[in-house]
């Protein structure tokens, strides 16, 4: 039995078990975790079958360059001047920055002396789903904005390109993150003292390109480091590149993320860059950096020991200043997906923790 067809044929076995699972959870001992609700435990397993449907069927998700719901606060920016591209950047002559929409919370920012701290935030989604929009990062948006007492006035989320053949391989996102970061800076007029980049999962893993970018270049291209960095479980390389090392790691049954997920990013990227690339392979290549680092991650969840690994590493580059904290009981990327998972209130835990971060800077 090939590995996909043995996907297949578990998939299908989950959702013929499910029936039984949803009687099965009344029971608290046989939850995941005891200490989950029937709600969180019954959610958890959904939103796992659903990842693993979407990451089988490969189906590319669809971006759109239209205002939609979002209206006003829907913004397309233009790339930026093309000396802001160098190096890692310009790697792929197929890859060109191009406009990049963005969607604005709680509204468009209008004149950056009214502004405080201006969060720049990457959606997760391996890089292979997600928009950035209210449905995709309204929830994370709005638990940073509800749980920052006032120190964060606005939020924008690019819609970055997801990964594909053609011109959304490697390096599309960076270039898109370069492009948002530009136009925050010298468009808006924002202070970096006053942006904080931030991202979840594959989201964070771009953050962290971005900011290896700004300390590497940052005079070549004239952008100076922000003053912080927020990483929400994010994802710092290629691992569990099999399904059995995903499966095999204690964790496994608190989380919803399947390796065939990451597999699917991996496969794309894979075709435009080498993988042990700094830039992709974030874990055992740390660099310095002024940015202030906060990492967020659940207890639960199959990303933890890469987290704190991540933490450890770049809080051994002399100068940097590294903090995290460790949700109890949650699974993967909470911020993103609380509200689909019934962790709302962890993901406020974590947002009022990268809170304390700016009191402190």
């Not at 990327?333 to 209130?345: A, H, N, Q, S, T």
Request: glycine residues 8%.
């Amino acid at each position: 039995m090939t590995g996909r067809h043995h996907l297949f044929v578990r998939l299908v076995v989950d959702i013929l078990l499910l029936p039984a699972y949803i009687l099965a959870i009344c029971f608290p001992n046989l939850r995941p975790s005891s200490t989950w609700s029937w709600r969180q435990a019954l959610r958890v397993r959904v939103v796992r079958i659903i990842v693993q449907t979407i990451s089988l069927k490969r189906t590319a998700f669809p971006l759109s360059n239209e205002p939609g719901l979002e209206g006003d606060r829907f913004e397309l920016i233009a790339a930026a001047n093309p000396r802001s591209y160098v190096e890692i950047c310009n790697i792929n002559e197929e890859v060109r920055p191009q406009p990049t929409g963005a969607t604005w919370f709680p509204t468009r920012l209008q004149n950056a002396r009214e502004a405080r701290k201006v969060v720049i935030h990457f959606h997760g989604g391996a890089y292979v789903l997600g928009d950035g929009r209210d449905k995709d990062a309204g929830f994370a948006a709005r638990t940073l904005l509800e749980s920052c007492g006032g120190n964060i006035s606005h939020i924008v989320c690019p819609q970055y390109r997801l990964v594909s053949a053609g011109t959304r391989r490697f390096p599309a996102a960076l270039q898109d993150a370069v492009t948002c970061y530009a136009y925050i800076i010298r468009t808006r007029g924002v202070d970096p003292q006053d942006v904080v980049v931030s991202g979840d999962s594959a989201g964070g893993h771009l953050a962290l390109g971005l900011i290896r970018y700004l300390e590497q270049f940052a005079h070549t291209v004239d952008l100076p480091v922000p003053s912080n960095l927020w990483l929400w479980s994010p994802w710092v390389g290629p691992g569990f590149g099999d399904s059995s090392d995903h499966d095999l790691c204690v964790r496994a049954k608190t989380d919803y993320t399947t390796a065939e997920l990451g597999n699917w990013c991996v496969d794309l990227v894979r075709s435009s860059v080498d993988l042990e690339n700094p830039y992709i392979q974030v874990l055992g290549n740390p660099y310095r950096t002024s940015a202030r680092i906060f990492i967020c991650a659940g207890e639960f969840e199959v990303f933890l020991d890469d987290n704190i690994l991540l933490a450890e590493q770049m809080r051994g580059i002399q100068n940097n200043v590294v903090e995290t904290f460790i949700i109890p009981n949650a699974p993967h990327d909470v911020l993103l997906m609380g509200d689909k998972v019934g962790f709302e209130y962890e993901a406020k835990m974590g947002a009022l923790a990268a809170a304390k971060t700016l009191l402190q800077a």
